[in-house]
T-cell receptor, first 115, second 110 residues
Framework: DTGVSQNPRHKITKRGQNVTFRCDPI?????LYWYRQTLGQGPEFLTY????????KSRLLSDRFSAERPKGSFSTLEIQRTEQGDSAMYLC?????????????FGPGTRLTVL | RKEVEQDPGPFNVPEGATVAFNCTYS??????FFWYRQDCRKEPKLLMS???SGNEDGRFTAQLNRASQYISLLIRDSKLSDSATYLC???????????FGAGTTVTVRA
């Protein structure tokens, strides 16, 4: 399968714990995005990487959230001191910068439940 | 005002029926529009891009009305497998960031 992959698919944690999610984009894609989706809503943009550079962070991404893409390939999203409000589906997407509007392909998501 | 707004539905239709729904967007200068499909507890998948002149992909027809800032999706000859949530997606600021509507739920019954 050469699509976007995410691990883990599900994560249950207790409030106050730290969690880290991984995203592996489609191999030739240089753009990578993180979104968050809560029940009954569409995905909301969190952050964006072009290669290894993080070019934008949404105001939704508090100081407890950090994302990296160290070699311009896979990315990690870490949430420190999790809160119940962090419970959501975290989606990763990737695209190839082709000079026009890119088509973003989504991974299966990591479903986080904070108890 | 939300950047992208959709009628949440649900639309419950019999097999073979035609169903259509719209979404509106906030920025008249937006240039790129999409419909994504999302099955329950799955990731969004691109259904089709929406072009200025309107476009079809099999039983699916997308239309763009720039003057009124809305996009529509029409599904003809509905199949049970069309049951899903349809997300209206707009590149609001013509950059890399997509803005999603909350989705329109369609249920096709036998």
């Amino acid at each position: 399968d050469t699509g976007v992959s995410q691990n883990p698919r599900h994560k249950i944690t207790k409030r106050g714990q730290n969690v880290t999610f991984r995203c592996d984009p489609i191999s030739e894609h240089n753009r990578l995005y993180w979104y968050r989706q809560t029940l009954g809503q569409g995905p909301e943009f969190l952050t964006y990487f072009q290669n290894e550079a993080q070019l934008e962070k949404s105001r939704l991404l508090s100081d407890r959230f950090s994302a990296e893409r160290p070699k311009g390939s896979f990315s990690t999203l870490e949430i420190q001191r999790t809160e119940q409000g962090d419970s959501a589906m975290y989606l990763c997407a990737s695209s190839l910068n082709s000079g026009s509007t890119d088509t973003q392909y989504f991974g299966p998501g990591t479903r986080l439940t904070v108890l | 005002r939300k950047e992208v707004e959709q009628d949440p539905g649900p639309f419950n239709v019999p097999e073979g029926a035609t169903v259509a729904f719209n979404c509106t967007y906030s920025n008249s200068a937006s240039q790129s529009f999409f419909w994504y499909r999302q099955d329950c507890r799955k990731e969004p998948k691109l259904l089709m891009s929406v072009y200025s002149s309107g476009n079809e992909d099999g039983r699916f027809t997308a239309q763009l009305n720039r003057a009124s800032q809305y996009i529509s999706l029409l599904i003809r000859d509905s199949k049970l497998s069309d049951s899903a949530t349809y997300l209206c997606v707009v590149n609001i600021r013509n950059d890399y960031k997509l803005s999603f509507g909350a989705g329109t739920t369609v249920t096709v019954r036998a």
